[in-house]
């Protein structure tokens, strides 16, 4: 479950870093919070309950964690590009 939810996280974070950011927050702060809603969303956690537990603390750090460095990634590869 853990390797298909980075697979996930890493997709769409590429996906969105291509989307024109008309909002009035950077990359890094939105394109994070919308994949790990929608990751959450679809793929759901890593443990059962309601309750929150250190993996729950473990599964945002790794959501928000690899769509940050994405981003930080792909905008380097664009600077570089242009």
């Known amino acids: 479950m853990i390797p298909e939810?980075?697979?996930?996280?890493?997709?769409?974070?590429?996906?969105?870093?291509?989307?024109?950011?008309?909002?009035?927050?950077?990359?890094?702060?939105?394109?994070?919070?919308?994949?790990?809603?929608?990751?959450?969303?679809?793929?759901?956690?890593w443990d059962i309950g309601y309750t929150w537990t250190i993996s729950d603390i473990f599964y945002w750090f790794s959501i928000l964690g690899f769509s940050i460095i994405t981003v930080i990634i792909i905008n380097k590869i664009k600077e570089k590009i242009n």
């Open 5 to 45: 939810t980075i697979l996930v996280v890493i997709i769409l974070s590429i996906m969105f870093s291509f989307l024109e950011n008309k909002s009035n927050f950077p990359n890094i702060v939105m394109i994070p919070i919308i994949v790990g809603s929608i990751t959450k969303y679809i793929l759901g956690d």
